[in-house]
């Protein structure tokens, strides 16, 4: 099922573009409206867990890996939807639950979480070190982050190649927003051009082969930019026009985000807050 993932771009690039859409949520509600959606319509469906929510500490959730792979199969089963059809994403997984620490304190901790997803059978993994730890000043540079990212793929693929079955896809960039949105009130909102997301793409190719990651950098399908709109918990922000680089068309006034109720169809529970327990009912 991973190969639903690897041939979007060539997809694209013959004219037949696809697209996935991307669950990245641990509340069983959600998860049961994804599941049941993706059944019904006889589709993969891939489901996302960020390192706040989900590490190898409990994160915010109390779940691991593992139990969010169980807790989610567990309500795929019951939504009827083929354990073969779910593909588990980690995302955001770097050390930005611990930048309070020092860099490699952070960044120990980011290695074992990433075992732990791959262990536990996530195969897509978005590596996000672009965020500085300690007294790190911000914004760290593409050499530093690609650096690090390469210490988390490294980590990943001897997990991966140990456990045998399907290798790890990644996601790699520089222009990533925090997880689970911006903190702040967004003013102005500068797309990334196409000239850095060339260059991030070259820094991490460099970083990787010197490192002997030529496997892992095979399998790299996607890179994050900023394409001009953000989000946060309370706002979505508005594609900007005024700041769209070189190469990029100006964004319409039209392309307002949706607001959040039409998202996605809702499964009403009397409890909102309702979370699973580690063998995924809701408690």
């Known amino acids: ?9 060539a997809s694209r690039r013959e004219g037949t573009a696809k697209g996935m859409p991307s669950v990245c949520s641990a509340h069983p509600l959600v998860v049961k409206a994804a599941a049941r959606e993706a ?5 993969p469906l891939l489901i996302e867990a960020t390192c706040n929510q989900v590490n190898q500490f409990g994160g915010y959730t109390g779940m691991q890996p593992a139990d969010f792979v169980s807790g989610t199969m567990d309500i795929a089963r019951r939504e009827n ?16 639950p611990w930048r309070d620490e020092p860099a ?32 790190e000043a911000e914004p760290l540079g593409d050499a530093t982050i690609a650096e690090r990212a390469a210490r988390l793929a490294a980590r990943a693929e001897r997990t991966a190649a140990a456990l045998g079955g399907a290798m790890p896809v990644y996601v790699i960039g520089t222009e990533v927003p925090p997880p689970g949105g911006a ?27 010197r490192h002997g990651l030529d496997g892992a950098l ?64 809701l408690s």
């Open 218 to 281: 095979s399998r790299v399908i996607a890179i994050v930019v900023q394409p001009g709109v953000e989000f946060g918990n309370e706002r979505t922000s508005s594609c900007m026009t005024v700041r769209a680089p070189r190469g990029f068309p100006p964004c319409s006034r039209k392309s307002r985000t949706s607001s959040m109720r039409r998202i996605l169809p809702t499964i009403r529970a009397r409890d909102p807050c309702a979370r699973w327990s580690r063998t995924g009912s």
């Open 81 to 96: 939807l083929p354990a073969g059809r779910l593909i588990f994403g980690g995302d955001h997984l770097g050390p930005n």
């Open 1 to 9: 099922m991973i190969d639903a993932l690897t041939t979007l771009a």
């Open 183 to 209: 903190h702040h009130a967004i003013s102005e909102i500068e797309p990334t051009s196409l000239e850095e997301a060339r260059n991030t793409l070259e820094v991490h190719r460099e970083v990787f082969r």
């Open 39 to 43: 059944a019904d319509a006889g589709a």
């Open 104 to 135: 490699e304190s952070a960044m120990r901790k980011a290695e074992d979480m990433v075992d732990a997803y791959a262990r536990a059978g996530f195969r897509k993994l978005h590596l996000d070190a672009s965020m500085g730890c300690g007294s």
